[in-house]
């Protein structure tokens, strides 16, 4: 995964090396063009000084045919020779490419030639001046080393710029990221979010702020709802229970009616519980559990397991525990209780008959693991009332307590399914 950033510097990259590359015949054929317009330009100048000079110079035309012999052996890439009165013809300029009359190198060279006729001593001569041209093989290769030397030092001032930038404009946004990952909702406190001369994420911050703020209301109107409905629901569900037990002792009740009042006594047990797990979470989130105390872990487990060894001889359950290296917590003893007894009642109830329990506690970790057939569904196993057994009396709410309170401490909660063995781990 590539930061945000990256995304435009490649592609800015591969933009300045097409166009770089696409530069080099374009800066090859400007830096040609200029160099033959100064070469003939070099050769017009050679040409009018040879003119110049021939006049200032009185001669015989005995003498300038001796002069020309040696002028045009001595004098290289110029050739200066008599011609007939009718060949008179119009300058000429082009490029030729042949082997240079001076190296020992076969390679061949491009020349730039200018032909003129000219009068000297009032007849025709002929003048070649041929002036070497540098070579494109090597014109191009210097343009290609240049360029991949800039485009090296563009990249290079990409990525240190990119990096500039990000720290500096970026700044902003991990700010606020940061805020958002330290959030909590059951604090009850807003965020308030870094100002910045940036539009877009003081825009952001703006929203992210009405939107906090939002779920801070809904949250708190559902923690009240949820705890005056549970208180409210305690004293009917109270009342009903205490009838029903009533009932229940009296004498004169027939095999139905007892039939159809435990059928009745079953589903208010489990509304009766659902209750009182509503308040316990409701307390824990309106952190109603402060008093905290130095407590011992294998102390918890062990009263759990003695509590619930009538239920665990009933579906004749092994246990094996492997307690080491506990060191001892601060925190509330009541809570501790409850997140051991739902892990453990979890456990139990997802347990066959017959069936194997291991309890780990070593080195600030515990592990329950209880022997299964097909793992549980892991999406949204925490959340509340999501009901991974047939149990009648199985409330929802178990593992979603256990949930709230790791998070009230923030301890990291986690289930596997591995070797036919459910696997719950508390990470303190």
């Not at 229970?241 to 139905?256: C, E, H, P, T, V």
């Not at 509340?384 to 199985?394: A, D, G, K, T, Y």
């Amino acid at each position: 995964m590539s930061k945000l950033l990256n995304k435009p510097l490649k592609a800015f990259t591969l933009y300045a090396l097409i166009i770089l590359v696409c530069s080099i015949p374009v800066y090859f054929l400007v830096v040609d063009f200029i160099w033959q317009q100064e070469l003939d330009e070099h050769n017009q100048i050679v040409k009018e000084r040879i003119v110049e000079n021939f006049k200032l110079i009185k001669t015989s035309d005995e003498e300038l045919g001796k002069t020309l012999v040696l002028w045009n052996i001595l004098q290289p890439g110029t050739k200066l020779i008599k011609v007939d009165e009718n060949v008179i013809k119009k300058d000429s300029v082009y490029t030729i490419t042949k082997a240079s009359n001076y190296t020992n190198d076969a390679q061949k060279d491009r020349f730039r030639v200018l032909e003129s006729y000219l009068k000297i001593n009032k007849k025709n001569y002929f003048l070649s001046v041929e002036t070497n041209v540098e070579e494109a093989d090597e014109t191009l290769l210097a343009i290609a080393i240049v360029t991949f030397i800039f485009f090296s030092l563009l990249v290079v001032g990409f990525v240190l710029l990119n990096k500039r930038i990000s720290k500096k404009i970026w700044l902003p946004f991990q700010n606020t990221l940061e805020k958002l990952k330290n959030f909590d909702l059951s604090t009850h406190k807003s965020i308030e979010f870094i100002k910045t001369d940036i539009e877009e994420f003081e825009q952001l911050n703006q929203e992210l702020s009405k939107l906090i703020l939002k779920n801070i209301s809904v949250f708190d109107q559902q923690k009240v709802f949820l705890e005056n409905a549970s208180h409210e629901l305690q004293t009917p569900l109270a009342v009903l229970k205490s009838k029903i037990d009533s009932l229940l002792q009296s004498k004169n009740l027939s095999s139905d009616q007892l039939d159809l009042i435990n059928q009745i006594n079953v589903p208010l047990a489990r509304a009766s519980r659902i209750n009182k797990n509503l308040l316990l979470l409701s307390k824990i989130e309106n952190h109603q559990f402060e008093d905290k105390e130095v407590i011992n872990f294998e102390s918890v487990l062990t009263d759990s397991l003695t509590l619930l060894e009538d239920y665990i001889i009933d579906k004749q359950l092994s246990i094996s525990q492997s307690f080491e290296n506990n060191d001892q917590l601060l925190t509330n003893k009541v809570l501790i209780e409850v997140l051991v007894n739902n892990l453990l009642i979890n456990s139990i109830k997802h347990t066959e008959n017959g069936g194997k329990i291991v309890i780990e506690l070593k080195n600030g970790i515990l592990i329950v693991k209880n022997s299964g057939i097909t793992p549980l569904n892991h999406e949204g196993m925490f959340n509340r009332f999501l009901i991974n057994s047939n149990e009648p009396s199985n409330s929802g709410l178990g593992l979603a307590i256990v949930k709230e309170i790791a998070n009230r401490y923030h301890w990291k909660i986690a289930y596997d399914f591995k070797n036919q063995m459910h696997q719950f781990s508390v990470v303190f």
